[in-house]
């Protein structure tokens, strides 16, 4: 059933579905600020999403050096635990032998839920993607209905994502460059839920 979709380079409608479960961060807390919101994918979808980009891209990112030594999640005999570890060694090696040290973390508060799509999609491409798996993400995320489920119940209406076009401003300009080598040939296209 995966195959279809890749081969059409559309998503299937019920990979357009999204529900997004709020977790209390603090037990008997339901403060909006203080939710924890996880999103669900159908699962087939949520498998694609994982062979495309937690296998197959890093793979590629990893085989070309593309990922720094400060990234562990998500590589194979790497965690991040072992990245923690070394930093805390490199703190503790200044201090016993008095040397100054500088440390920049390149670490961003809620940065996830700050990406811009289409030049998510776009860098994904430079570092080997294939077409396909970016315009079928790509018009899911633009298709996606968010549906919020939380201890009272699931939501009845839904909301949608806000309409790509300062996003796909950036992909059309982007398109007809060469990234790395790598031609950007991204084709999103703008839909409205609402």
Sequence with gaps: MTLLAVLRAQPYERWCRNLEVMLEKEPG?????RLRILCLYEANYNLYLKQMWAKRAVR??????????EQGGSQPNRSANVVANMKTLTYAFARLSKT?????????????????????LIYCIALGMPDAPCQIHGQAIS??????KKLQGTSQNYYSNAPMAHCLIHARAAADL???GYSCGLHLQQHSER
């Design 178 to 180: 060469s990234v790395s």
């Design 29 to 33: 807390n339901p403060l909006l600020h």
């Design 100 to 120: 100054d040290l500088g440390i920049f973390d390149y670490d961003a508060k809620s940065c996830f839920d700050r990406i811009m799509a289409a030049l998510a």
């Design 60 to 69: 590629h990112a990893e085989d070309h050096n593309c990922l720094g030594n």
């Design 143 to 148: 298709k996606m209905k968010h549906y919020v």
